[in-house]
């Protein structure tokens, strides 16, 4: 195991004191959650028949998803496209997206309680007239694999040769089934929202709810992937390799990919809304809510990524990236929450709760120290000194 | 929208507008990708 120079560093820094002020409610809360019997999700949180989704729900699992699709994205550019020079930002990118998809599931955990069930999708009760049987088999197929495409940096800082030698292997492999698991699940958590066409508003409902899903989910992947990597330069600067120049080149180059997905984006919304002929929604308040969402985080981060390949502005590209995980952030808080059940008393609806808020923000910064955890101690932006040839 | 009372017209009037707008989005692209590849070229 290789030992890291920043183990040694003090614990008491202003983060550390923060997250584990965080971390220690969020387990309060947690234990209140667990603890609480039949009351369940309903003694930290808002839940109910009308609104049954909360924050763990539609911020972490929605949220989380997308956000984590930077893996899929970055796997398909590179392995399947040939696409070699986003090489040094794959692992990074599998990392992020492993560890939103594993603390996604914990979230659902957090809200669905029973976790001795989790299997059930799998053994006991199919449910396969669900789309939530294909979430379910595709997260936890997806999940595994990810960490089979993420072994190889793990076998490198245990220095386990062999097993390495076996995960490296498999790993193209991986990615191409991880691959068709994301395209297929991105695309469902949208659809799952298929049966509820009286519920969500008409201006985010579409029958190609899940085709926004999934190409939203691909902006959103690589936007992460610019974010993650601006910040590790920043943040873990021993622990990163490239150049600021590469990275640059690299932010560039996905700033042209996130345009065009954004594009692509915009143009399908509006065909949304052509096709269910809902233009005269958009004269309303809600509209208004709609075209901010559409125009403000969608259009305008699309103009700025294409402005910023154009004049060569990395620092441009990265403002884009945050607008555009913004609205993606936006948008399923929007279908999910905000705009669902909109026709309800407000008393019906759903109301922010403290506990539910700080528990879905504990497991955000669970997420974030591990990937620090990990980032630390494995080769996860620079190469192992053992396979400097082979990474 | 006003002159649609069936499900056909609804449908029709939808379809039609919905592959006008694909038809200029996929013009549009044209001009966005050029945009975007322009300085590559240079």
């Known amino acids: 195991m290789t030992e890291s120079p920043t183990q040694s560093k003090s614990l008491l820094t202003p983060f550390n004191l923060v997250a584990g002020l965080i971390l220690a409610v969020g387990a309060y809360v947690a234990f209140l959650r667990f603890s609480s019997g039949l009351a369940g999700i309903g003694a930290v949180g808002d839940s109910a028949q009308s609104q049954p989704w909360g924050m763990l729900i539609s911020f972490n699992l929605m949220c989380g998803v997308p956000l984590s699709a930077g893996g899929f994205v970055m796997g398909t550019a590179v392995y399947i496209f040939g696409m070699k020079q986003y090489r040094l930002v794959v692992r990074p990118a599998v990392l992020v997206g492993m560890i939103g998809y594993f603390f996604a599931v914990v979230a ?25 049987f294909l979430v379910a088999w595709h997260v936890a197929l997806y999940l595994s694999t990810q ?6 940096a793990v076998f490198e800082w245990l220095n386990w040769k062999r097993w390495r030698k076996v995960a490296v292997a498999v790993a193209v492999g991986a990615v191409i089934f991880g691959v068709i698991l994301s395209t297929l699940h991105q ?14 508003h008409p201006l985010w409902y579409s029958p190609f709810i899940g085709l926004f899903f999934f190409v ?11 974010l993650e990597s601006a910040l590790a330069h920043r943040y873990f600067r021993e622990k990163v390799e490239m ?5 640059d080149q690299i932010t560039i180059g996905l700033g042209k990919a996130a345009s065009i997905a954004l594009a692509v984006y915009f143009a399908i919304k509006v065909i949304g809304i052509a096709h269910g002929n809902t233009w005269h929604y958009l004269a309303s308040p809600i509209g208004h809510w709609f075209l901010l969402e559409l125009l403000g985080f969608s259009l305008l981060p699309c103009v700025l990524f294409a402005a910023g390949v154009r004049e060569r502005r990395p620092r441009l590209i990265r403002w884009a990236a945050g607008l555009t995980v913004l609205g993606i952030i936006l948008n399923r808080l929007n279908v999910s929450i905000i705009t669902f059940n909109l026709n309800l008393p407000a008393e019906q609806r759903f109301q922010f709760h403290w506990k539910e808020v700080w528990l879905s923000l504990a497991v955000v910064m669970a997420a ?24 | 929208m006003e002159t649609t009372k069936t499900l056909f017209d609804f449908m029709t009037y939808t379809k039609g507008v919905t592959y006008l707008l694909a038809v200029l989005f996929m013009v549009g692209f044209t001009f966005f990708w050029l945009f975007l590849v322009d300085r590559d070229k240079k």
């Open chain 1, 147 to 152: 960490f089979v495409e993420f072994s190889p």
């Open chain 1, 243 to 247: 150049t600021t120049e590469h990275l």
């Open chain 1, 216 to 226: 939203s989910a691909i902006a959103a992947g690589i936007c992460m992937v610019i």
């Open chain 1, 368 to 391: 974030v120290l591990t990937y620090r955890w990990a980032v630390n101690r494995m080769p996860v932006h620079h190469k192992h000194p053992l396979y400097k040839t082979v990474h």
């Open chain 1, 187 to 200: 695309s469902a958590l949208g659809a799952l929202f298929l049966i509820t066409p009286t519920k969500v």
């Open chain 1, 108 to 132: 659902l955990l957090m809200d669905v309680g029973r976790p001795w069930r989790l299997p059930y999708p799998m053994v006991v009760q199919y449910g396969v007239t669900s789309v939530l």
